[in-house]
């Protein structure tokens, strides 16, 4: 746990966190999406490059902060913070928003 980005993976021991105002909340990768996200998109949605609809950056899917400690998941840009995505699961539907994103770039397969 040595770069800046391993902070976003809370120990097990952390499981009690409680971020105040100004301590960041936890996030890991938009891995951490992939699973839930692959039983609706039959595609490689962490290479698929996506606009962020608040700042217009374009990065790829697997470069977006994912906050699995909400209500389903929340993927944000990392550039802006802004959401890009929104899931949530019951057992028998899924509720998507993906109203934060101008786009998906998708690479087809061959
Ligand atoms: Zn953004």
Redesign the pocket.
């Known amino acids: 746990m040595s770069s800046a980005d391993n902070f976003a993976y809370p120990e097990p021991e952390d499981q009690d966190i409680d971020a105040g105002p100004h301590e960041p909340i936890p996030s890991v990768d938009g891995n951490a999406a992939a699973g839930a996200l692959s039983e609706i998109f039959r595609i490689d949605i962490i290479a698929a490059l996506g606009r962020?609809r608040?700042?217009?950056?374009v990065r790829a899917f697997g470069a977006a902060m994912v906050f699995t400690d909400a209500p389903g998941i929340v993927v944000r840009?990392r550039?802006?913070?802004?959401v890009l995505l929104r899931l949530v699961q019951t057992p028998t539907r899924y509720w998507l928003d993906l109203s934060g994103l101008s786009y998906l770039e998708i690479d087809r397969e061959e």
Request: proline fraction near 0%; hydrophobic fraction near 10%.
């Open positions: 962020c608040h700042c217009g950056a840009c550039d802006c913070q802004g």
